[in-house]
T-cell receptor, first 113, second 112 residues
Framework: EPEVTQTPSHQVTQMGQEVILRCVPISNHLYFYWYRQILGQKVEFLVS????????KSEIFDDQFSVERPDGSNFTLKIRSTKLEDSAMYFC???????????FGPGTRLTVL | QKEVEQDPGPLSVPEGAIVSLNCTYSNSAFQYFMWYRQYSRKGPELLMYTYSSGNKEDGRFTAQVDKSSKYISLFIRDSQPSDSATYLC????????????FGKGTHLIIQP
């Protein structure tokens, strides 16, 4: 069964460093998303991406964040200058256009020291 | 006012019991309702998806949506220890661009 994959599973970085989180969505899906979950908190929407551009973004998704689909399979989230409060699980999700069922990847645990 | 409220639990029930999990919401624009299961430090796994009001059944799981009360439920029949997980409700007004709004999740424990 097709699934969303994410790499790395765990990323440790120093405050102020740039990180890139990678996702491979399900191959025939057209909408892609990033969410984050701070330990013990809700899953929060960051951004949606369709047709090579951002469709919607939350107020969390500020200028420190960017997304890109550099080729036909990968979808990336870049955090330019990480802060301690960026420590969280980051989930990628994808959706096929005609249904509202979003399928999530296993997540990347980001630890900012 | 929180958009989606969900009792975090923990909810502990004996094996074989019927489990009832619930969420309330405030945004009347929500049209699509999902239940996800999440194991510790893993990604949410889609269990049930419902559009608008009504019931949907899939095996031991039944999802109910009452839009007039802004209340959704997930019932698990013949609960098993393997059902122990955190259950997240999520909803959206529709359209692929919209992100999901999640509840905080209910931690469910099924005692053998």
């Amino acid at each position: 069964e097709p699934e969303v994959t994410q790499t790395p599973s765990h990323q440790v970085t120093q405050m102020g460093q740039e990180v890139i989180l990678r996702c491979v969505p399900i191959s025939n899906h057209l909408y892609f998303y990033w969410y984050r979950q701070i330990l013990g908190q809700k899953v929060e929407f960051l951004v949606s991406f369709y047709n090579n551009e951002i469709s919607e973004k939350s107020e969390i998704f500020d200028d420190q964040f960017s997304v890109e689909r550099p080729d036909g399979s990968n979808f990336t989230l870049k955090i330019r200058s990480t802060k301690l409060e960026d420590s969280a699980m980051y989930f990628c999700a994808s959706l096929i256009r005609d249904y509202n069922e979003q399928f999530f990847g296993p997540g990347t645990r980001l630890t900012v020291l | 006012q929180k958009e989606v409220e969900q009792d975090p639990g923990p909810l502990s029930v004996p094996e074989g019991a019927i489990v009832s999990l619930n969420c309330t919401y405030s945004n009347s624009a929500f049209q699509y309702f999902m239940w996800y299961r999440q194991y510790s430090r893993k990604g949410p796994e889609l269990l049930m998806y419902t559009y608008s009001s009504g019931n949907k059944e899939d095996g031991r799981f039944t999802a109910q949506v009452d839009k007039s009360s802004k209340y959704i439920s997930l019932f698990i029949r013949d609960s098993q220890p393997s059902d122990s997980a955190t259950y997240l409700c999520a909803m959206t007004s529709g359209g692929g661009a919209d992100g999901l709004t999640f509840g905080k999740g209910t931690h469910l424990i099924i005692q053998p």
